[in-house]
């Protein structure tokens, strides 16, 4: 990282400048508190946050508030629970692999993590049924060498490189035809519930005096000279605007990040460097097979070499499963209504899935897709990858923000390592660093995952 020291005094100027009279007549709050830590946004990654930060604080989370909109996390602004729930280690960055491998022991242990003291117990039912990656180029086949000899030196023992022939053994229902080398999480890799893991997170961080708010943020207040935020006017549910005093916020909003920075910013044109988060649609199909033979009984989540993805959802007897696949580039727009996100884009399953689907798995040549919905996808335009670091223009943001499709699977160690960053202000169980914002300024290189799908 370089030295930006007087470069970054003189951004903090200009931006203070321009949100003076912005924030001058911003606040309406009519109650005040002192908070240690806001974080915003109650998903994966803020309840994450919450949960690490009071558990590294010997299980005292007073001073943390958790300000969510929607409690039930059942609208379209909660992503997690609209996803396929999975989770891989077959990533080609370390840091993404490292990640997921503490993801998958969370998971593995969560009955135990999140048990509340008055028995209370969540099961996010981590389904470990494998990841299944295929290549059907030279390149392709190159460079799933190349992730599987990283992944492997970052500690991955059960992931295995199948030839066509161990292929068609071990997925007797899969076309080969054209697949050189496919790569197999056998364990660790899978799918699980969500919305268990939110509520889980929330019930243990609650349990250890962290506190959530029904409510959202509407302004903000900051110190001219360092850019420190001072204060976040919160409006809750009953109405009432409480101006919370405030240490540290964290910014957990997943695909409403950017709103939330522009806002604690004072406004839309204020950061100089804002926040590259955009709102993206994804949709996922739910189908059933209607034939008797060649079916997958328990599918892997199977990754094409199309990025047509799809798994089993339920019991191998119901033939069911889900399928997804992310639109071309040129027919991916931000979204800001959403009332976009009412229905599926039918002509994805149509023009690309389905075809797809029926040439990797023939008995999919008979299937009927029995539902589809719709949900928002927190995309960095800068490298599909997170951004974990603070706001050189606003020093107490923390920015959680950018996962673009990780963001579920990676938020136990996001968490932990929000509360590192904190607490201590560097990384200490890993080093993170590689998701600075200095890309974001153009004073790194963007960072490239080569598994994205």
């Given at each position: 990282m370089r030295n930006n020291t007087g470069r970054l005094v003189a951004l903090r100027s200009a931006t203070a400048a321009k949100r003076q009279l912005i924030q001058a007549l911003s606040s309406s709050a009519t109650k005040a508190t002192t908070t240690d830590t806001l974080i915003i946004g109650g998903g994966p990654v803020g309840s994450s946050s919450a949960y690490h930060l009071a558990r590294q604080r010997g299980g005292n989370?007073?001073?943390?508030?958790?300000?969510?909109?929607?409690?039930?996390y059942q609208s379209r602004n909660c992503s997690a629970v609209y996803s396929a729930g999975g989770i891989r280690q077959q990533f080609?960055?370390?840091?993404?692999?490292?990640?997921?491998?503490y993801g998958?022991?969370?998971?593995?242990?969560?009955?135990?993590?999140?048990a509340t003291k008055d028995g209370e117990h969540y099961d996010v039912q981590f389904k470990e049924h494998g990841y299944l990656f295929l290549a059907g180029t030279e390149s392709g086949r190159n460079q799933m060498v190349k992730n599987h000899n990283t992944q492997v030196e970052a500690g991955c023992k059960d992931i295995k490189l199948l030839d066509t022939d161990e292929l068609r053994s071990q997925f007797p229902w899969l076309n080969t035809e054209d697949i050189l080398l496919g790569s197999y999480g056998e364990k660790g890799e899978g799918w699980f519930d969500p919305?268990?893991?939110?509520?889980?997170?929330?019930?243990?961080?609650?349990?250890?005096?962290?506190?959530?708010?029904?409510?959202?943020?509407?302004?903000a207040k900051s110190e001219e000279s360092s850019g420190k935020v001072l204060s976040v006017d919160i409006e809750e549910k009953n109405g009432d605007i409480v101006a919370h005093n405030i240490n540290y916020a964290v910014n957990a909003a997943g695909a409403q990040a950017e709103g939330v920075m522009n806002l604690?910013?004072?406004g839309p044109e204020v950061l100089k460097y804002p926040l590259p988060v955009k709102p993206r649609k994804r949709c996922i199909f739910f189908f059933h097979c209607?034939?008797?033979?060649?079916?997958?009984?328990?599918?892997?989540?199977?990754?094409?070499?199309?990025?047509?993805?799809?798994?089993?959802?339920?019991?191998?007897?119901?033939?069911?499963?889900?399928?997804?696949?992310?639109?071309?580039?040129?027919?991916?727009?931000?979204?800001?209504?959403?009332?976009?996100?009412?229905?599926?884009?039918?002509?994805?399953?149509?023009?690309?899935?389905?075809?797809?689907?029926?040439?990797?798995?023939?008995a999919f040549g008979d299937i009927k897709v029995r539902s589809s919905w719709a949900g928002l996808y927190e995309y960095n335009v800068i490298d599909q990858n997170g951004i974990i670091a603070f706001h050189p223009e606003m020093t107490n943001i923390l920015m959680l923000n950018g996962f673009s499709g990780h963001g579920l699977q990676q938020s136990p160690a996001v968490g932990r390592a929000a509360a590192e960053l904190?607490?201590?202000?560097?990384f200490e169980s890993l080093d993170l660093s590689i998701f600075s914002f200095d890309r974001c300024m153009g004073l790194a290189e963007p960072v490239l995952e080569e598994g994205i799908v």
């Open positions: 989370g007073s001073g943390i508030v958790v300000v969510e909109k929607d409690p039930t080609s960055l370390t840091e993404n692999i490292n990640m997921s491998l998958r022991d969370f998971l593995r242990g969560a009955d135990d993590l999140l919305h268990a893991l939110i509520m889980g997170l929330k019930a243990k961080a609650i349990e250890m005096g962290v506190k959530y708010v029904h409510g959202t943020p509407v302004a604690l910013a004072g209607a034939v008797n033979e060649g079916v997958p009984p328990v599918a892997p989540l199977t990754v094409d070499p199309s990025f047509v993805y799809f798994r089993s959802e339920g019991s191998g007897e119901n033939a069911t499963f889900l399928c997804g696949v992310s639109p071309a580039h040129d027919q991916d727009p931000d979204i800001y209504n959403h009332g976009a996100l009412d229905g599926a884009d039918h002509h994805l399953f149509e023009n690309i899935i389905w075809p797809a689907l029926f040439h990797r798995v023939p904190i607490d201590s202000g560097r």
